[in-house]
């Protein structure tokens, strides 16, 4: 596999369209009305502290770039591996965070003591993420 090559034959409206998808999940699903009032009370917030955006543009552009890495690399991934279509897609991404992110959170946070309903809600977010990112890029494959 040529890399250089790949990245040229890459459909960037569909990295486009999965970046931006990507990032609309995350801020409907830590929206305090889906799973961010539980969010918040696991990390022993209140909503006020929560609602408090101020210093957070770092996380938030970071939050961006995570979605085109993410993106990019399962695009990458699905190309070297002949996948295509959306349910090929999805269940490519599905199982990439479960390998990888879920996998990763679950004993990230059992050796930091964080909140077993924390590790849930932002394991589901990356199951869900990926999912979709993969299913989009599998739309345009």
Do not use: C, P
């Not at 590790?119 to 869900?128: D, R």
């Amino acid at each position: 596999m040529n890399i250089i090559e790949e990245l040229q034959n890459l459909n960037y409206i569909a990295v486009a369209i999965a970046t931006i998808a990507s990032y609309v999940l995350g801020f409907v699903w830590y929206h305090w009305a889906v799973f961010g009032e539980a969010w918040a009370n696991a990390l022993g917030l209140t909503k006020e502290e929560a609602d408090k955006t101020e210093g957070l543009g770092g996380a938030f552009a970071i939050s961006l770039v995570s979605g085109l890495t993410k993106t990019i690399f399962i695009a990458l991934l699905m190309s070297a591996t002949n996948s295509s279509g959306v349910i090929s897609g999805a269940f490519f991404g599905a199982v990439i965070a479960a390998v990888f992110t879920v996998t990763s959170l679950g004993y990230y946070n059992g050796f930091a003591r964080t909140s077993s309903k924390l590790t849930l809600i932002n394991s589901a977010h990356s199951i869900v993420e990926l999912t979709l990112i993969g299913a989009i890029i599998g739309i345009f494959t």
